[in-house]
């Protein structure tokens, strides 16, 4: 016999417990959507903030305001091309001079065999500091080699270098590299710094190289703006 009136409704919990599926396959799903050079471009602002965080960093910090451009790459491996090599991706930004206003960024690889992290590290955050106008130019090229086409130091590290003037001021870049919570130091002799025309080419939609997307401004990407924002705020002090 049929009971009538009734309605067959599901527990609350199992509500509860799709609503969670829902929403785990739906970030699941987000993440996937993020392409490579964009989740790059997140990353790079986590490196920043983890360099520019560490008193041991604070020259990089407080000389920013000088810097023409900024090569930042979250995550450096020794030995992840080839047996004793080393190498990563990351972007570049330059910075106008006259605004203080930064680019958007252009993708990059730099690797090499004789480049490396001094206390072994196997990986490290990096941030080439481009202090020249000869360095800044030397990224329009599609490939270009440090120590050869551009002069290239260990940047000076330390919370007592805070105030200092390096010896090695003179170079057109400085590296600052962090391995595990601690300066790891680098040596980038004969690092080989190449464009990713293919990301650049996923990032912005067309085919643009260097000069195209710094001086000329021809492409943008709306998922630059927190890098971009965070860049202009440490360099003019905020």
């Known amino acids: 016999m049929k009971r009538r009136g009734m309605k067959r409704t599901m527990p609350r919990w199992v509500l509860a417990v799709l609503a969670a599926v829902v929403v785990v396959f739906g970030t699941v799903s987000a993440a996937k959507a993020l392409s490579a050079p964009e989740a790059l471009v997140d ?11 560490d008193p041991n960093f604070s020259w990089l910090k407080n000389y920013l305001r000088y810097a023409r451009g900024v090569l930042i790459i979250p995550q450096f491996l020794k ?3 080839i047996i004793g090599g080393s190498g990563g991706s990351g972007v570049f930004l330059a910075r106008e001079p006259q605004t203080g206003a930064w680019s958007e960024p252009v993708f990059y690889t730099m690797g090499g065999g004789s480049i490396g992290l001094q206390i072994g590290a196997s990986a490290a955050e990096v941030i080439l500091m481009v202090r020249t106008d000869r ?6 090229s599609s490939t270009f080699k440090l ?74 990407n709306p998922r630059s703006a927190p ?4 860049l202009e705020a440490i360099a003019s002090g905020r």
């Open 135 to 140: 360095g800044v130019e030397a990224f329009y």
């Open 227 to 230: 890098l971009q924002q965070r």
């Open 147 to 220: 120590g050869a086409d551009a002069s290239a130091a260990v940047g000076p590290v330390g919370m007592s270098m805070e105030g200092s003037t390096p010896h090695n001021l003179s170079a057109d870049i400085l590296s600052f590299a962090k391995a595990k919570g601690l300066y790891a130091g680098m040596s980038l002799e004969g690092a080989v710094v190449k464009v990713r025309d293919d990301w650049n080419l996923e990032y912005y939609g067309k085919a643009v190289g260097p000069m195209d997307i710094i001086i000329r401004k021809a492409v943008s």
């Open 43 to 53: 990353r790079a602002r986590v490196t920043l903030d983890s360099l520019t965080s």
């Open 79 to 81: 030995g992840g091309f």
